[in-house]
């Protein structure tokens, strides 16, 4: 999709990772792995783990707080509150509301959760978007909270490596100044559902004493195959906006992916015709924190200062569903 004008802008972002470290040399011990096979195959160092105790609400919040601060605005003015994940603190209701009675957005503020897995920062930002342009909402909050620890089986060495916990924020208003979304582009293909899924705990599997046995409510994942999807995928729409919104490859200040595996950021962002200097990698420090991912990197980038004023920043991202989608912004 093509904004010829920016009509919304991200006003700020915030961030939150749990202290907690869990490194590569430690995973060798609970699973027939090394160090190094993990660092050359995913680019992963180390990644943050969240208490027990502390589940997506909290971390949401916490990112949620942080990004109001910065934009200096009051919880009670935000319009809409959207958040992504695909590890809830319960079924029902949805932590949306949860985080919205957390940080004390009650008033005018409608709440809803949005799941595209891995991708869900992006297409909550798009919907953000809409609303802001179509007048309904001034001020957007969307939250991205995963404890993907949550989900993991400890025993299967091919998935239990790859993620952490965390959880990022941005707050989305109307562009003053031609900053904001230039061109975004999101796909889904649910032919590939049985890629990335767990298969019991919903309405169609329930869980019972068989399925626990089985581990079935812990995450399965065909990692090769979504790795070659992966690519394809997120490099065709990181093209795709690019062209929507009249830029090169050259025109990108920084590449901000999904943080999933550096051979996927390397591929995608060879592409895109960007050189690895211009691409925003923390992926060694967190893991995979699934839809948290863009906006805990967004942050960073702009903290350390690699994203301001009219920098042009593209994103990519792909996960379960298949999901996938890239946005052009001018910040
Ligand atoms: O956000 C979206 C979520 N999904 C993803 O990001 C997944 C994308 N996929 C990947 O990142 C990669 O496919 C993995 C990192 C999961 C696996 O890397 P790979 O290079 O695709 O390895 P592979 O699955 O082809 O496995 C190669 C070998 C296998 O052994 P054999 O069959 O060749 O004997 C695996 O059993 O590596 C083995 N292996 C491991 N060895 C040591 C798998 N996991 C491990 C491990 N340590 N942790």
């Given at each position: 999709m093509t904004a010829a004008q920016p009509t919304a802008r991200i006003a700020a972002t915030g961030r939150f990772l749990p202290d907690r470290v869990l490194t590569n040399k430690e995973l060798e011990q609970m699973v027939d792995t090394t160090e190094e096979w993990i660092l050359e195959r995913t680019g992963i160092v180390e990644r943050r783990i969240a208490p027990a105790e502390m589940g997506v609400t909290e971390m949401g919040a916490r990112a949620a707080q942080r990004a109001l601060a910065k934009a200096e605005i009051d919880a009670r003015d935000i319009d809409l509150l959207i958040v992504t994940t695909a590890t809830p603190d319960r079924w029902l209701p949805s932590t949306s509301c949860e985080i919205q009675a957390r940080i004390g957005a009650i008033g005018k503020s409608a709440a809803f959760d949005l799941h595209a897995a891995c991708t869900g920062f992006l297409y909550a930002l798009t919907m953000a978007e809409g609303h802001v342009a179509g007048g309904r909402a001034d001020t957007v909050l969307v939250v991205a909270a995963e404890k993907m620890t949550s989900i993991?089986?400890?025993?299967?060495r091919s998935t239990c490596i790859l993620f952490g916990d965390g959880a990022g924020a941005a707050i989305v208003q109307r562009s003053e100044?031609?900053?904001?979304?230039l061109a975004s582009h999101h796909r889904s293909d649910?032919?590939?559902?049985?890629?990335?899924?767990?298969?019991?705990?919903?309405?169609a599997n329930p869980l019972d004493a068989e399925a626990l046995r089985a581990k079935d409510h812990l995450m399965k994942m065909s990692g090769r195959e979504i790795f070659k999807l992966a690519v394809r995928r997120m490099a065709g729409a990181g093209r795709q906006v690019l062209r929507d919104a009249g830029l090169k490859g050259e025109d990108v200040d920084l590449l901000v992916p999904h943080q999933a595996n550096i051979r996927i950021i390397e591929s995608t962002a060879r592409y895109s015709r960007?050189?690895?200097?211009k691409v925003f990698v923390n992926l060694n420090r967190y893991g995979n924190m699934s839809s948290a991912s863009i906006p805990v990197a967004l942050d960073e980038a702009v903290e350390q200062g690699l994203v301001g004023p009219g920098s042009v920043v593209l994103t990519a991202a792909f996960g379960a569903g298949l999901t996938w989608g890239a946005m052009a912004l001018r910040w």
């Open positions: 993991i089986d400890w025993d299967d100044n031609g900053e904001g979304i649910g032919n590939f559902a049985d890629l990335l899924e767990r298969p019991a705990g919903g309405a960007i050189p690895m200097e």
